[in-house]
């Protein structure tokens, strides 16, 4: 076999072994690669930074699957350390099925975090105070169109069955115009329900969380500003952490940092695999 | 090393998913049978719980007769099985063609179509400064390089060669792009399981 089929005859298994081992090594010995941020990514996270302490919410729809959480669970942590670093009131809600388990996990994870390092009260995140999550509710479309009218009808219980309107935080957020913004962390179309109704119909402005396979397709909403940032796969969520971090909310980045030096390596490695088969290909077909 | 059988669990069926890729074996098999049954159960638990039993049998255990209307709409589903009065389907999927083509087509024209159009088209503000100038040139000389390309009532002859030949680069950009975009998205599903191999499970790395 010519040296020029081999290359371009490499065994799967192979492959494989190469982009495990490739993934394992910068987890063990972290290589630094500058992170420029792009610039939806900045967008969205100043427009939350814009947002007045204690004043209007964020609507945070955590709409991702467990087999997508990689890229969407750590976008989800670092908004939520972002709005609760500046008092910002948080309001969860889920239109994925698979969603409500991964956002109870989130709020946990960040609360849990933020509360142990309190010392005081006010420093403290309080369920029904500082954020609330509703749950999930099927029958989106008629759900995000009369939220635009009152939250509390469309939610009179919370995920964990407790009455809404026993809340402090439903007494001040009552409807959309209420809401600064509403983040939508998805791995399915969601966020074209968002731009359709919500925003069509009450002028909602709409952030998006995605995975880096939808992010070609929701360029083109940033261009016409229907959405006010985005924040694009595992790379989005590496920027939000470190822009987070950088603007001192956060004392530690999160796993999206560390898996970008990973990412990084496994691109190296894909675009020799992509050379090693187009020269194979190209060999081959003058010997033909 | 972690002592929670759950994280124990979810490495075994982790490895039992990834043994695939040496070749099919009965313990990949055990994991996606185990899956399918595990996601069936959850969405019908998820259903009972968060959607029929609150929006329809608690109401209509409480008098609320009104829901008996969602109700038998609902039941009119099964009628389909009946062949003598499956006729009775087409109420409940008239009555929903009905209620999204009133709710969707005047939203999906205004956002999807108005909208988009409205970010094609140049205008003195698009000039504020020389990049955003630039990008909004080229963008409407790659929407209408590509619209040119998917013409199909005229033959590309003429103006219309070099337009839709343009169009063809255009698209292939976009493709590259989606490809590239793939490539990073499922690069990530497979750092995720490998942090958690090696963190939650074996407590290799924080």
Not at chain 1, 211 to 234: E, I
Not at chain 1, 256 to 261: L, P, V
């Amino acid at each position: 076999m010519k040296w020029f089929e081999v290359i371009s005859k490499i065994d799967r298994r192979i492959i494989y072994l190469l982009l495990t081992l490739f993934v394992i090594l910068p987890l063990f010995i972290p290589i630094k690669i500058p992170q420029n941020i792009m610039p939806q990514t900045q967008k969205l996270f100043d427009f939350v930074d814009s947002i007045r302490p204690d004043d209007k919410a964020v609507m945070l729809s955590l709409d991702y699957t467990p087999q997508t959480a990689p890229e969407c669970h750590p976008m989800a942590l670092a908004i939520l350390k972002h709005c609760f670093a500046r008092n910002i009131p948080v309001v969860g809600v889920s239109y994925d099925p698979q969603g409500p388990g991964l956002a109870v996990e989130a709020f946990a994870t960040v609360v849990d975090d933020i509360n142990r390092q309190a010392s005081i009260k006010e420093d403290s995140v309080i369920y029904g105070e500082d954020y609330v999550y509703l749950g999930w509710k099927s029958g989106r479309i008629a759900a995000l169109l009369e939220m635009g009218e009152s939250i509390i009808s469309v939610y009179p219980r919370d995920h964990f069955r407790n009455a809404v309107d026993s809340f402090p935080i439903m007494a001040r957020v009552k409807n959309y115009k209420d809401i600064a913004i509403a983040i939508v962390l998805a791995a399915a179309a969601y966020p074209d329900d968002w731009v359709l109704y919500p925003q069509s119909r009450y002028g909602i402005k709409v952030g998006a969380g995605l995975t880096a396979v939808m992010a070609p397709k929701y360029y083109p909403f940033l261009q016409t500003g229907q959405f006010s940032g985005m924040v694009s796969g595992m790379k989005g969520a590496a920027e939000y952490e470190h822009l987070i971090f950088a603007h001192g909310y956060t004392k530690d980045l999160g796993t999206a940092e560390t898996g970008m030096s990973a990412q990084s390596m496994i691109h190296i490695l894909i675009i020799i695999f992509i050379i090693m088969g187009n020269i194979g290909y190209f060999f081959s077909r003058r010997k033909k | 090393m972690s002592t929670d059988p759950w994280i124990w669990l979810g490495a075994i069926l982790t490895l039992m998913i990834f043994s695939f890729l040496f070749k099919d074996n009965p313990f990949y098999k055990f994991g996606e049978h185990l899956f399918v049954g595990v996601a069936n159960g959850y969405y019908i638990a998820l259903y009972w719980h968060n959607s029929l039993r609150p929006n329809l049998v608690e109401p209509l255990s409480q008098g609320q007769l009104i829901y008996l209307i969602p109700l038998l709409l609902g039941l009119m589903y099964f009628a389909r099985f009946i062949p003598k009065i499956s006729w009775l389907v087409r109420i409940p999927i008239g009555f929903m063609i009905g209620w999204s083509a009133g709710v969707s087509i005047p939203a999906t024209f205004q956002a999807f179509v108005l909208k988009q159009l409205e970010g094609t088209i140049i205008t003195p503000s698009s000039f504020t400064n020389a990049a955003s100038g630039i990008w909004a040139a080229i963008i409407l000389v790659g929407v209408v390089c590509t619209v040119v390309y998917f013409y199909f009532s005229k033959e590309h002859k003429g103006i219309l060669k070099p337009t839709a030949r343009l169009g063809i680069i255009f698209i292939m950009i976009g493709f590259g792009a989606s490809f590239g975009y793939t490539v990073m998205a499922r690069v990530s599903l497979l750092i995720g399981r490998i942090q958690f191999l090696l963190g939650p499970w074996l407590g290799l790395i924080d």
